[in-house]
């Protein structure tokens, strides 16, 4: 686990990032770095799959389109109902298109469309069953997670460790 230890919710101060890539922070059991990409994919995950029902949904003000390869029509297709569980309110737009009216809250704004696409595209080889809507949700946690390389202000690296504490 990334931050083992640091979920104790005893952290004293957050000191930076370094490499773009790990947060630092002191605590009450010494100096944490914490890779910000598994943090983030870790608290996301979490909120994905402790959902209940239709999973919690931002609508958009105007839809987005999502042209999708025939493989990845076709996992969407079998995925819909594990898509709506985690957030996403689509519906079939042409031959290979999906409208897309509401996404997960708990994905970043802006990168919820291009996550379904690259989860989806990771999801064409894959064969649905029970742990389907967990594979799924794992796909667009990591797909949705900041990045290594990517810089966070103070207040965004704050609320990652306070979210990874819970």
Request: contains cysteine; proline residues 4%; hydrophobic residues 40%.
């Amino acid at each position: 686990d990334t931050a083992a230890g640091y979920g104790d919710g005893k952290s004293e101060r957050l000191i930076g990032q370094v490499a773009q890539t790990y947060i630092v922070a002191e605590g009450e059991h010494g100096l944490y770095l914490i890779d910000q990409h598994a943090a983030h994919e870790r608290v996301l995950l979490d909120r994905l799959l402790n959902q209940s029902g239709e999973g919690s949904c931002q609508m958009l003000m105007e839809p987005a389109l999502a042209e999708l390869t025939a493989e990845q029509w076709e996992a969407a297709s079998r995925a819909m109902d594990q898509l709506a569980s985690v957030g996403y309110r689509l519906e079939p737009f042409g031959e290979r298109s999906l409208l897309i009216r509401g996404v997960p809250g708990e994905l970043p704004p802006g990168q919820a469309v291009s996550a379904l696409e690259q989860a989806l595209t990771d999801l064409v080889d894959e064969k649905d069953g029970p742990d389907w809507r967990e594979r799924i949700a794992l796909r667009l946690s990591c797909r949705g997670a900041v990045k290594a390389g990517q810089t966070l202000t103070f207040q965004e690296m704050k609320a990652l460790v306070e979210a990874l504490e819970e």
